[in-house]
């Protein structure tokens, strides 16, 4: 009686449920980081089997390296599409059916490499030094601004995928344009009408809801959104059953030397630090609110654990680079599904990694990804970067940053002209002193740099007058 009392209120993350349990939270666990996972890959061009294998891959090495104490899943990140936009651009590389060229994933994994090093430093500072030394080198003026050009910068990317650039109207070009805006307008009110699991979910509906008016159109005979799976999506696999048709490893490559691409994005490692670290203050107020239920006390804190959450985000990042997958962060969606559910068992992601692994080398679903109309993606993808330009308003509202303060003003506005300028005038390399600086990257060590230089007489003030 007491054991079902136990399991009633929520699994710790020591705690197994019983595998019939387990299989189905765990299977839970991958519907909810699976959207945006996916997401990230259509947008950047990397291969949706690839990211999907790297996630699952990313998250159990975590789990391993944390000791099995911190329940997260690891997931691809929105914050890096800018800065693999940007090194494409300046290597010359566009897409292909959606698919970027071997080679230019290649040098991006090189750049992602070398991102993780930023994470493991900030938990090696953090492991030695406290967690003052990384919100002194790293406070919300310079995390929330760089997570708002991050967004911002991708306005162009979202605008044209979601409108086409036609000089005349066609019945093609209106019907695309009517299912990107079916398609933001129904995950906007999926995410903010829907509650408990479905909740979770706005964006896996609102591409649902956008295929859906996409497959009316098309039953209609107005137009044919959806796309024919990329030849490259199968091309690059390692190895295929028969034609590949129903099976098919996913499509690995190696890194390639690329400083423009280390240049362009491992200063980006710098805006999920934050992130990372919010992650870990709500998971264990969470996980300590069901001990607390559980009659229960944890044998340790998980706040104290966030040195090693940010170094295996870092080796996590350069475990999917080096198999072709983007770079990545701990994700709020499960996060919060462990929230609503109670169940914070570890186990329970391991599982949900290996079926993630699992399910990426199967065709048919990979095929159903990559069919999804560009309208979709389009609309999505207004919703999602403002939303990541919010978020960097949200940072700085939640860390109290004085706006009447002349140095968080010159920080911010520095930050935000050079990155947002970068973009627009130079289509994101600035060219300074003869090298191409990406503006995002700029823009980090600019801010990074003038606000420990402002800071020097301010730290010397409040010592001579405590």
């Avoid at 475990?319 to 701990?330: D, E, F, H, K, W």
Wanted: aromatic share 10%; proline share 5%; hydrophobic share 50%.
């Amino acid at each position: 009686m007491e054991k079902k009392h136990t399991a009633a209120v929520g699994y710790l993350p020591e705690e197994r449920p019983t595998r019939g349990k387990l299989l189905l939270y765990a299977i839970q666990q991958v519907i909810v980081m699976f959207p945006a996972t996916v997401t990230v890959a259509l947008v950047t061009g990397f291969q949706v089997s690839t990211t999907i294998f790297a996630s699952g891959l990313a998250t159990l090495c975590f789990i391993l390296i944390t000791g099995r104490k911190i329940p997260l899943y690891y997931g691809s990140s929105f914050a890096y599409l800018t800065a693999i936009a940007s090194m494409c651009a300046a290597e010359g590389f566009e897409k292909v059916d959606g698919i970027l060229p071997t080679e230019a994933i290649q040098y991006a994994q090189f750049g992602i490499i070398f991102s993780g090093l930023i994470s493991i430093a900030a938990g090696l500072l953090i492991r030695f030094f406290g967690k003052k030394v990384v919100e002194t080198i790293l406070p919300a003026t310079i995390t929330g601004p760089i997570a708002m050009i991050i967004g911002l910068t991708l306005a162009g990317n979202a605008l044209s995928d979601a409108i086409p650039n036609v000089a005349e109207p066609t019945s093609e070009s209106t019907a695309w344009v009517v299912v990107s805006l079916i398609t933001l307008l129904s995950t906007i009110l999926y995410a903010k009408y829907l509650k408990g699991f479905l909740g979770q979910l706005p964006l896996l509906l609102g591409v649902l809801t956008g295929s859906a008016a996409a497959g009316i159109i098309y039953a209609a005979g107005w137009a044919n959104l959806f796309r024919a799976v990329p030849a490259a999506a199968l091309e690059a696999s390692i190895w295929r059953l028969g034609d590949g048709s129903v099976f098919a490893v996913p499509a690995f490559s190696l890194p390639k030397v690329s400083w423009t691409a280390v240049a362009a994005i491992m200063p980006i490692a710098i805006a999920t630090i934050p992130e990372s670290t919010a992650h870990m203050y709500q998971l264990d107020i969470y996980v300590n609110d069901v001990a607390r239920r559980k009659g229960k006390k944890m044998k340790y804190s998980l706040i104290d654990l966030l040195d090693r959450n940010l170094i295996g985000d870092g080796i996590c990042d350069m475990i999917s680079g080096v198999i072709g997958g983007p770079a990545g962060t701990n994700y709020g969606e499960n996060i919060s599904t462990m929230a609503i559910t109670k169940v914070f068992s570890v186990p329970v992601l391991v599982a949900a990694a290996v079926i993630a692994m699992v399910i990426s080398f199967f065709t048919p679903l990979i095929r159903v990804i990559y069919g999804i109309p560009l309208a979709v993606i389009g609309g999505l993808e207004i919703y999602l970067f403002g939303a990541i330009a919010a978020q960097g308003i949200a940072i700085m509202i939640e860390k109290k940053v004085d706006m009447f303060s002349s140095k968080n003003i010159a920080v911010i506005a520095c930050i935000m002209i050079i990155g947002i300028g970068g973009n627009y005038a130079f289509g994101g390399n600035i060219p300074l002193f003869g090298v191409q600086i990406p503006c995002i990257a700029g823009a980090a060590v600019f801010g990074i740099l003038l606000n420990l230089l402002l800071g020097i007489g301010e730290r010397r003030t409040k010592t001579e007058n405590p």
